[in-house]
């Protein structure tokens, strides 16, 4: 079994900030890419941000210069430090991570459950 539990989600008003922690536990032997998406009401899951085991980094255009990844590798934990916040970063944000089980097999992707970002006045 692997869980991925993200923490941090809530209300900030526009211009605040929100630290998201997620954290792999459970049979895992590596862990490739960690990453972050979110999902709105009527629109599609997308990636806002990931990173690989390595430190190779991307993030989609809209949170350039706001949103910083990071990564304790010893902790399997990912973080997501989300500055300047705006009201269309309110979303679902979900945590996600390529991880494979053992030496022998091939890696899966795994999510956590989801955490709710509001962002309002």
């Known amino acids: 079994q692997v869980q991925l539990v993200e923490s941090g989600g809530g209300l900030v008003q526009p211009g605040g900030s929100l630290r998201l922690s997620c954290a792999a536990s459970g049979s895992i032997f590596s862990i490739y890419a960690m990453g972050w998406y979110r999902q709105d009401p009527g629109n599609q899951r997308e990636l806002v941000a990931a990173?690989?085991?390595?430190?190779?980094?991307k993030y989609a255009d809209s949170v350039k210069g706001r949103f910083t990844i990071s990564r304790e590798n010893a902790k399997n934990t990912v973080y997501l430090q989300m500055n300047s916040l705006r009201p269309e970063d309110t979303a679902v944000y979900y945590c996600?991570?390529?991880?494979?089980?053992?030496?022998?097999?091939?890696?899966?992707?795994?999510w956590g459950q989801g955490t709710q970002v509001t962002v309002s006045s």
């Open positions: 996600n991570a390529e991880i494979r089980r053992s030496p022998w097999s091939k890696a899966y992707d795994y």
């Open positions: 990173i690989t085991s390595g430190g190779n980094i």
